[in-house]
């Protein structure tokens, strides 16, 4: 069985073909606006929770929920960003101290179906955010 192949349009194709046709094409936003805007959206959902998911790890989750309560509120209070743990400046990590334990906090970026990374976090329309509370010893 022979099939005739049909040309199509060489950008819609090679577009659709990579699945690039949903990437936004105008982004008109300098470096530094894209941080911001990161950074704002990673402040509002980590202090909110609103337009992701919070996990915690195994070893937080051992711990029992007071201490995971009060991670989740050091976490939402966190503002010790500085320039050598946040050294892009997009407040998607951080790390605190409960007791005797040492903790981190990250914030990753997925796409809607939580399935594969976003396209692009300062896009919230395309953007899950994921923060992650862990043991400094599980990172």
């Not at 690039?20 to 105008?26: M, T």
Request: net charge negative; charged share 20%.
């Amino acid at each position: 069985m022979t099939v005739t192949l049909i040309p199509f349009g060489l950008s819609a194709g090679i577009e659709a073909a990579i699945g690039a046709d949903s990437v936004s094409k105008g982004r008109t936003m300098s470096a530094a606006a894209r941080t911001s805007r990161i950074r704002d959206l990673n402040d509002a959902f980590r202090t909110t929770l609103d337009g992701g998911r919070c996990l915690f790890t195994a070893g937080v989750s051992d711990m029992g929920i007071p201490f995971s309560t009060a991670a989740l509120a050091a976490v939402r209070a966190f503002a010790g960003f500085n320039v050598d743990n946040d050294p892009y400046g997009e407040h998607d990590f951080g790390s605190f101290q409960i007791g005797d334990e040492r903790l981190f906090w990250k914030i990753d970026y997925y796409d809607l179906s939580l399935e594969y990374g976003s396209n692009d976090p300062a896009d919230a329309s395309q953007t899950k955010r994921v923060l992650t509370i862990m043991l400094a010893e599980e990172y």
